[in-house]
């Protein structure tokens, strides 16, 4: 399938991760139509999209689409060649709409789900043509995080979608397998189980956890992932000295990882971390900070060409 020459695309879904995903497609040059039941008119949208705007702007991506607001699902769907599906993380609500989608969109037009842990042979039970639905999922924010993983049935539909992306200046990774909650949330749940464990027994406070994080190897993994670096980690004899000499540690550590419940305890241990973390700054001036260091790490990766 080539990629569509069209150059609208439907938003299904303006929480969090629409914004980001339509302030992507305007700043690339796209027409966005947004569909969402809880959005009242044009000046919200574009009241949220201005400071996503202004990061895409910064990194250099400053298309002006055109932006309109449908009332309906399939308003929406009509016309557009690429849609991004953004509901939330409901089964029947999801099934329902990728359904509505299906029957909707134009001949040839990809109907991509954000969804973060429903799987794909869930989500089309109800499509007639399963085939031009995938998962192409975002890691928040997606305007600024440049990762999105895909899963489908139909590699031409996959290879458009890779193709429609990458010209977003996203990274796509495609999953040979489908997994729940894909590749980047598992490894990230697994890292915050562990981080809710520490909590748990005492050894450190959230916001030393955080910074433990942050201020080691966080940095590493921004440049380079977990493979590469423990390469790096054997010296000359790299990965297979890794693992032949140092693996055993590793066992060790798997073996003494812990396995924390959300009691109710443990919740009020996060919450009262967490918000002494915070700082008083409200959730709006977080994400500030956040984008504001996201941006000036892009920068920074791509002088040094990564």
Same mark, same amino acid.
């Given at each position: 399938?080539? %990629? &569509?020459?069209?150059?609208? !695309?439907?938003?299904?879904?303006?929480?969090?991760?629409?914004?980001?995903?339509?302030?992507?497609?305007?700043?690339? =040059?796209?027409?966005?139509?947004?569909?969402? /039941?809880?959005?009242?008119?044009?000046?919200?949208?574009?009241?949220?999209?201005?400071?996503?705007?202004?990061?895409?702007?910064?990194?250099?991506?400053?298309?002006?689409?055109?932006?309109?607001?449908?009332?309906?699902?399939?308003?929406?769907?009509? =016309?557009? +060649?690429?849609?991004?599906?953004? @509901? &939330? #993380?409901?089964?029947?609500?999801?099934?329902?709409?990728?359904?509505?989608?299906?029957?909707?969109?134009?001949?040839?037009?990809?109907?991509?789900?954000?969804?973060?842990?429903?799987?794909?042979?869930?989500?089309? @039970?109800?499509?007639?043509?399963?085939?031009?639905?995938?998962?192409?999922? &975002?890691?928040? /924010? /997606?305007?600024?995080?440049?990762?999105?993983?895909? *899963?489908?049935?139909?590699?031409?539909?996959?290879?458009?979608? $890779?193709?429609? *992306?990458?010209?977003?200046?996203?990274? &796509?990774?495609?999953?040979?397998?489908?997994?729940?909650?894909?590749?980047?949330?598992?490894?990230?749940?697994?890292? *915050?189980? #562990?981080?809710? +464990?520490?909590?748990? $027994?005492?050894?450190?406070? !959230? #916001?030393?956890?955080? %910074? @433990?994080?942050?201020?080691?190897?966080?940095?590493?993994?921004?440049?380079?992932?977990?493979?590469?670096? *423990? +390469?790096? =980690?054997? =010296?000359?004899?790299?990965?297979?000295?890794?693992?032949?000499?140092?693996? /055993?540690?590793?066992?060790?550590?798997?073996?003494?990882?812990?396995?924390?419940?959300?009691?109710?305890?443990?919740?009020?241990?996060?919450?009262?971390?967490?918000?002494?973390?915070?700082?008083?700054?409200?959730?709006?001036?977080?994400?500030?900070?956040?984008?504001?260091?996201? !941006?000036?790490?892009?920068?920074?990766?791509?002088? @040094?060409?990564?």
């Amino acid at each position: 399938m080539a %990629q &569509p020459a069209s150059r609208h !695309v439907a938003v299904i879904g303006f929480g969090t991760v629409g914004v980001g995903w339509t302030a992507l497609f305007l700043a690339n =040059g796209h027409d966005v139509t947004v569909h969402d /039941p809880a959005v009242a008119d044009l000046a919200e949208l574009e009241a949220k999209l201005a400071p996503c705007l202004e990061s895409l702007r910064r990194l250099g991506r400053s298309g002006t689409g055109r932006l309109a607001l449908a009332d309906s699902v399939e308003a929406a769907a009509a =016309g557009a +060649h690429f849609i991004q599906e953004n @509901a &939330p #993380e409901r089964i029947e609500l999801k099934v329902d709409l990728l359904h509505r989608l299906d029957l909707t969109a134009p001949e040839g037009a990809i109907i991509a789900s954000s969804t973060s842990s429903l799987l794909w042979s869930e989500l089309t @039970a109800g499509c007639a043509q399963a085939g031009r639905v995938i998962i192409g999922h &975002p890691f928040n /924010p /997606p305007h600024l995080v440049p990762l999105v993983e895909l *899963y489908g049935s139909d590699a031409g539909c996959l290879d458009t979608a $890779e193709a429609f *992306y990458a010209g977003l200046g996203m990274q &796509p990774v495609r999953l040979r397998k489908e997994m729940r909650g894909h590749i980047a949330n598992r490894l990230s749940s697994a890292l *915050y189980r #562990e981080a809710l +464990h520490l909590v748990e $027994e005492g050894v450190a406070s !959230v #916001e030393e956890i955080d %910074q @433990a994080l942050r201020d080691g190897p966080g940095l590493r993994w921004a440049v380079m992932g977990a493979h590469l670096t *423990y +390469h790096l =980690g054997g =010296g000359q004899g790299g990965i297979r000295h890794y693992l032949d000499h140092l693996g /055993p540690t590793q066992e060790r550590r798997w073996q003494d990882l812990g396995q924390p419940r959300l009691t109710p305890e443990l919740k009020a241990k996060l919450i009262e971390g967490v918000l002494a973390e915070a700082g008083g700054r409200s959730i709006t001036q977080l994400e500030a900070e956040r984008d504001a260091a996201l !941006v000036a790490l892009r920068l920074a990766r791509a002088e @040094a060409g990564r």
